[in-house]
């Protein structure tokens, strides 16, 4: 759909309906999503030539590295979940986090050096950061924070936590909630592509103004399904 909701389009077909956590390509030509909770696929934006690239147990919160040639996820083999990276052919999958906790929302910077991602390694859930190779581990938050996004200039994270969303600097510094108690559960968070907003599902699409306006929800829920996943086009 529109930014401001309108022409809604369904995305449907053998090997569409179902999917889950949708993430355009940083051309806007492609989606990745994950269906049938082992599927990890790609289609056309426009629904067309869904595409099965990897079998992967659980896999969920697939994202596209800012180059194209790689997907970051997170997926249960057996437990806990972990991030792992994988090339759009479906080949050389890497386990990158390697913990016995829990590891999910990954969120790749914009040069493709950093995915952060949520752990709760620590007792309770924070956001980290790591090389796409799963070298050079950084701890971001201390405060609590998970489904992370980095901000398109790469300055910042959007991170969701105690039903609000949050902003701080990429290196964990000046934590900051934007106005508002929203509720429920955050879906995962996306940024528009100049950095001015960010959107994401809770009782309905929410859009907010980074610099602190007030939010607007552009979708309520009634006329929806819940969402996992808002992805923005480039």
Known sequence: MNADSSGIQALAGPGVSGGTYPALSPDGTQIVYATSYDSLMVMGSDG???????????????VWSPAG?????????GIPYEVYVV??????????TNDPSDDDDPSWSSDGN?????????GSPQIYSTAPNGTGLDTLSTGGGYHPAWSPDQSQIAFAWNSQAWIMNQDGTNRHALPGIYGGSLSEIAWSPDGRFLAFY?????????DGSSATI????GNSPSSNRVSWSP
């Open 48 to 62: 067309s030539n869904p595409h099965r690239i990897a079998q992967i147990g659980n896999v969920k919160s697939p």
């Open 69 to 77: 040639n790689q997907i970051a996820l997170s997926a249960s083999l």
């Open 87 to 96: 090339d759009t052919t479906g080949a050389n999958l890497l386990n990158i």
């Open 114 to 122: 950093r995915i952060a991602f949520a752990s709760v390694r620590s």
């Open 202 to 210: 809770v009782n309905g699409f929410v859009y907010a103004p980074v």
């Open 218 to 221: 552009i979708l309520r829920a």
